[in-house]
């Protein structure tokens, strides 16, 4: 059972799972490109102009800054991307981020007032937004970049218009457990 599976309580059904929308990656992506681009023909130019051991020198140091570059724009917001959840359940909504520090946020089914979402015209055409959750006693809560955002929406409305129509959760009771041992003075 791999993520988010697991951090679902017994009996819970996962509804929706999504990562951030691609667009996020794009800039990353464009920054690794042109780094590439910018290290290979550094590199070329050291081969050609350079001899001995300017030439082995300016290469590793063109080298250590080409990867200090993708690690720091392109690997570090792939990475954030692909540890970030939105997920929705029968019960709950859960955000969960981050790989070294894990956070997240649950917000029940039952304790959701509103859901609204927003995108601008880049957004529709990527069919992208920004959903809005605001619960009874919090102030909302924004999540950028959710996939196919109007679909999200309806989807969570439903389920807090179904989680609003159920009928209360009856509280678990200790079963009856009669005590045969008469030797035992603590069950009276």
Same mark, same amino acid.
């Given at each position: ?77 792939? !990475? ?43 957004d529709r055409m990527l069919k992208t937004g !920004? ?58």
């Amino acid at each position: 059972m791999g993520y988010p599976e697991d951090a679902l309580a017994q009996d819970e059904e996962l509804i929706l799972h999504r990562h951030p929308h691609w667009k996020m990656l794009v800039l990353p992506a464009l920054t690794f490109v042109l780094a590439t681009a910018v290290a290979g023909f550094l590199l070329g130019l050291a081969q050609t102009r350079l001899d001995g051991t300017a030439r082995t020198v300016s290469s590793i140091a063109v080298g250590i800054i080409w990867l200090g570059v993708v690690a720091w724009r392109s690997v570090a917001p792939f !990475t954030v991307w692909k540890f970030t959840h939105f997920i929705v359940t029968d019960r709950r909504v859960l955000i969960r981020h981050g790989v070294l520090t894990h956070t997240g946020i649950d917000i029940p089914m039952g304790r959701i007032s509103n859901v609204q979402f927003r995108h601008g015209l880049i957004d529709r055409m990527l069919k992208t937004g !920004t959903l809005v959750i605001a619960s009874a006693s919090d102030d909302p809560l924004e999540f950028d970049d959710i996939p196919d955002v109007e679909h999200v929406h309806a989807l969570l409305y439903q389920q807090v218009f179904d989680s609003a129509q159920q009928p209360p959760q009856q509280p678990l009771q200790r079963p009856i457990v009669e005590n045969d041992d008469p030797n035992d003075r603590n069950g009276w």
